[in-house]
């Protein structure tokens, strides 16, 4: 008879409790497969190591068991043996799965051996899957995004107990969707034991500026509050940081952010974290290293799985004028962060769409998009509304459903409009902002037919159609943090007039602020007494001849004061900086006016007043330069309104001429004295200012020496 000991079960929707230092620790990170000393039963072919999905995104590594594509049948796991199996030991893991829409669901079962493998007599655990799913379920094949994974824990009973003992993973395929199951482990959790989680930058990621702020993530795996140091190395380059974080809860996965660092773009370094803590109870996992190829990101990214319309639109940007600001990178390659770019062209091709990791990335793009630096993301895909569309597929997850109609702000109409409206001849046309299509031959296969829903418009209609929104081939939404075009045909399928489409629709994109002439990275000042010292850094540049720089007074209007040459185009870092000198007091703003070489401008202005007061004192400074040949320059400061008058004389008390006779207002002066123009000889000369205000006088002079 078999006992059936159900202790205790912990599903939890974040990362659960810790990892053991005893027994079991399996993270299937290494490609050895059984891991050593497991055993495999597999005859129906259900399991197998997977590398498209790991526990909470940490690791590259799990266990895939594929209920998808088997119709039926058992396959087991089965651990190393260990000793000294006790009731103190606890067994954790992680675990993903979503059901197929109407199918029954598949099982997991879990028993232990406490006799060397001959019987499996106490079950610690059996789950149908769907009563614990961690994601809805779908009719396609599920591969779990990070946010869809959950934690079980099982705690022995005092009465399990065995010196040669084993864990038993059983999978039952009822033709449902794909398990993922890992980080493994048993054991007596230990007091103290903090963990080298995950490092973050490994790999290739993409970033606005080669100066970036490196940072992992470490986990109290232990049952105590603890306080610890991790020290990060990068090599080569001798790079070294260390941090303390504090007070981490049992269980807290804490994010700990380095000192800056500088790469060099496109070279590879090795990352390695140490975590030194007293008394750790588990060593093995105090270290983690990593390969990190870091890059700076251009302007703008083309994401492919459809190599025609990469290399249609590669050809119409270098056409354009674009070749220098734009990435071409594979879906298949790479499904991290977009963050780093200002537009994207997402290229699908015939029947593909996108699966959970791209959807999320090419979500997160709109999501960071402020409307101080919109961005921009074009859509090109002939089966993505039919796929994605519960109006067609009932089975679309709220996900997919939600990108399509919340972001790409489209609902599925019909499958094929070219069957569909068939006096259109396959010929589509633009309107409002695409209106300079007069039109286009589509040669696609099945392209969707939509209509534009939560503030979309339609941009290209089938030519018979009037454009009024309820059928389109292209949306496109211009919103106020982000812009989005969505088209339902492949971007090569485009076969006539292709340099208007392609004019039309990148500048759509362009225009929209998916792509500007400067990226600017900040823009701030400093005040010394009546000097605001002005500066601003660029990310990149493209076609950028340079800034005006204009400010005002008040309510008054904007004047240009200066402008200081730009870098034309460059994907690298540039400092600008222009002090203002400023005669009266008063609160000022100032913005930048950047300009390319057409013409075309964007206005950046600094985000707070600045506020010059008025001098305390009196103040006439020394001229300068001096000596000086012809002329020099005179500096003073009136706390009020005066009357000022400034004189010249020459060292027998002779006036020599008069420089200012006016009333002026509080503030900061500077002018200037030309010897030349008075037809001066070489010598000493005194200037000499007095100013009258009510209740004071003013008089001081001072010496200055012409030299010819």
Not at 571 to 577: G, L
Request: hydrophobic share 35%; glycine share 8%; net charge negative.
């Amino acid at each position: 008879m078999v006992r059936t000991f159900l202790l205790l079960i912990s599903i939890l929707c974040a990362v659960g409790d810790a990892y053991s230092q005893y027994k079991i620790k399996e993270t299937f990170e290494t490609a050895v497969y059984p891991p050593t000393g497991w055993t495999e039963n597999d005859a129906s072919d259900i399991i197998s190591r997977s590398t498209s999905a790991s526990g909470f995104g940490f690791g590259t590594g799990s266990i895939k068991a594929d209920f998808f594509n088997v119709t039926s049948g058992t396959s087991t796991l089965t651990t190393q043996s260990f000793s000294n199996l006790s009731g103190n030991d606890t067994l954790v893991f992680d675990y993903a799965y979503a059901p197929y829409t109407g199918y029954s669901p598949d099982s997991l079962y879990i028993r232990i051996s406490t006799d060397n493998g001959a019987t499996f007599n106490v079950t610690l655990g059996a789950y149908l899957l769907s009563n614990i799913a961690t994601a809805t379920a779908t009719d396609f094949e599920f591969t779990p995004g990070a946010g869809q994974w959950a934690t079980i824990k099982l705690k022995l009973d005092a009465a399990v107990t065995g010196n040669t003992s084993l864990v038993q993973f059983g999978f039952v395929s009822n033709y449902g969707n794909s398990l993922f199951i890992d980080n493994i482990t048993l054991g007596n959790t230990p007091t103290v034991d903090i963990q080298a989680l995950s490092i973050e930058n490994r790999g290739t990621q993409y970033f606005t500026s080669s100066n970036i702020s490196p940072y992992g993530k470490y986990r109290n795996n232990g049952t105590t509050l603890a306080t610890v140091n991790v020290t990060r190395t990068i090599s080569p380059g001798g790079y070294s940081s260390t941090l303390s974080m504090t007070h981490v809860t049992p269980g807290e996965i804490r994010t700990g952010i380095f000192d800056p660092f500088s790469f060099s773009p496109g070279n590879t370094y090795t990352v390695r974290d140490s975590v030194y803590f007293s008394g750790d109870g588990d060593a093995s996992n105090d270290t983690l290293s990593g390969t990190f190829i870091p890059k700076v990101a251009n302007t703008v990214l083309l994401y492919w799985n459809d190599a025609a319309s990469k290399d249609s639109l590669v050809t119409h940007l270098n056409a354009g004028g674009y070749s220098g600001v734009y990435d071409v990178i594979s879906m298949s390659e790479y499904a991290g962060s977009l963050l780093a770019w200002r537009s994207v062209f997402a290229l699908f091709g015939t029947g593909t769409s996108w699966n959970d990791a791209i959807r999320d990335s090419l979500k997160s793009f709109l999501d960071n998009s402020v409307a101080e630096s919109q961005k921009t993301l074009a859509v090109f895909g002939n089966d993505l509304a039919l796929v994605n569309d519960p109006i067609y597929n009932n089975s679309a997850s709220i996900s997919d459903t939600t990108f399509l109609r919340q972001y790409l702000h489209a609902q599925y109409i019909g499958d094929n409009w070219l069957t569909s409206v068939p006096l259109a001849a396959s010929v589509l046309k633009g309107t409002g902002s695409l209106l300079p299509i007069a039109s286009s031959v589509i040669t696609d296969a099945s392209p969707d037919f939509v209509k534009p829903v939560n503030n979309g418009v339609a941009g290209l209609v089938p030519f018979t159609e009037d454009g009024n929104g309820d059928t389109a081939t292209t949306v496109i939404y211009d919103g106020t943090t982000y812009n989005s075009l969505f088209c339902t045909n492949l971007y090569s399928k485009f076969s006539t007039n292709t340099n208007m489409v392609f004019t039309t629709i990148s500048q759509w994109v362009f225009d929209s602020s998916g792509v500007l002439p400067v990226e600017l990275a900040n823009f701030s000042y400093d005040v010394e007494q009546n000097n605001v010292n002005l500066k601003w850094m660029t990310v990149s540049e493209n076609n950028n001849s340079g800034f005006d720089i204009e400010r005002k007074l008040g309510n008054s209007s904007w004047q240009r004061i200066s402008f200081v040459r730009g870098n034309s185009t460059s994907n690298t870092q540039h400092s600008y900086s222009y002090t203002d000198n400023i005669t009266n007091a008063g609160v000022y703003n100032y913005r930048l006016k950047q300009i390319d070489f057409n013409g075309n401008y964007k206005y950046y202005n600094l985000n707070s007043e600045v506020n010059i007061g008025a001098p305390k004192k009196f103040t006439l400074k020394q001229n300068y330069p001096n000596p000086f040949n012809p002329s020099t320059n005179i500096e003073y400061e009136l706390p009020d309104n005066a009357k000022v008058m400034i004189n010249i004389y020459d060292v027998t008390g002779r006036l020599a001429g008069t420089l200012v006779n006016d009333v002026q207002n509080a503030g900061y002066y500077k002018v200037q004295f030309d010897a030349g123009k008075m037809n001066l000889a070489s010598g000493l000369y005194i200037y000499q200012i007095v100013t009258e205000s009510p209740g004071a006088r003013n008089v001081k002079s001072l010496k200055m020496l012409l030299i010819k």
